[in-house]
């Protein structure tokens, strides 16, 4: 079975604090890995994700295979950056599995 | 362009009804989905299609049904709805190839009483 974790629901921190929003997923082949955000009153859309080893917004993710984790981290958080955000695993091209998300609360 | 659209937002249903949310996509995306959204369970598939002709289930699919007579619309069917089924319902499209990043729609927020 395909599993993403995210152990934390909600996660706050003030205004240029770092920020690591953890994500563990279990399966057994090659998955490609993702973050989705989704801002008060927006769709859901793409963050970043780890074929392109990008940074978006300040924001990176590292993908560990031997923890099987694909944290999101950025140096400095930003009150915009307050949202829900869900780790996800692709695999077969087609099948997404989210995590269950987690929101993040930037303080003043 | 309008890129995934849903209708309709809101929906309230009695148990027993049936309904169709629709999903349509201009992109000529391959790949279109229905996902379901539930408080700390994240977002969980439905039902999914790789092309026209072609449906496929997901993680949770009792209850639903889909077909997809065309590229660009994919309508998910609740035959007869149950209290179980309050959630908030997210179609979603990608190219399907590679790695390809998926676009969702808006959302609608059904609730069945």
């Known amino acids: 079975a395909q599993r993403v974790t995210q152990p934390e629901k909600l996660l706050s921190v003030f205004k240029g604090a770092p920020v690591e929003l953890k994500c563990n997923y279990s399966?057994?082949?090659?998955?490609?890995l993702f973050w989705y955000v989704q801002y008060s009153r927006q769709r859901l859309q793409l963050l970043l994700r780890?074929?392109s080893r990008e940074s978006i917004k300040g924001f990176t993710a590292d993908l560990n295979k031997g923890e099987t984790s694909f944290h999101l981290k950025k140096p400095f958080a930003q009150e915009e950056d307050s949202a829900m955000y869900y780790c996800?695993?692709?695999?077969?091209?087609?099948?997404?599995?989210f995590g269950s998300g987690t929101k993040l609360n930037v303080k003043p | 362009n309008a890129g995934v659209t849903q209708t309709p937002k809101f929906q309230v249903l009695k148990t027993g009804q049936s309904m169709t949310l629709q999903c349509a996509q201009d992109?000529?995306?391959?790949?279109m989905s229905w996902y379901r959204q539930d408080p700390g369970m994240g977002l969980r598939l439905i039902h999914y299609?790789?092309?026209?002709?072609?449906?496929d289930q997901g993680e949770v699919p009792n209850g639903y049904n889909v077909s997809r007579s065309t590229t660009e619309d994919f309508p998910l069917r609740l035959l007869s709805a149950a209290p179980s089924q309050t959630s908030v319902y997210f179609c979603?499209?990608?190219f399907g190839t590679g790695y390809s990043p998926l676009h969702f729609g808006n959302g609608t927020r059904l609730t069945v009483t």
């Open positions: 979603a499209s990608s």
């Open positions: 399966y057994s082949g090659s998955p490609e």
């Open positions: 780890h074929i």
């Open positions: 996800a695993l692709s695999y077969n091209f087609n099948k997404f599995y």
């Open positions: 299609s790789v092309g026209a002709g072609i449906t």
């Open positions: 992109m000529n995306h391959e790949y």
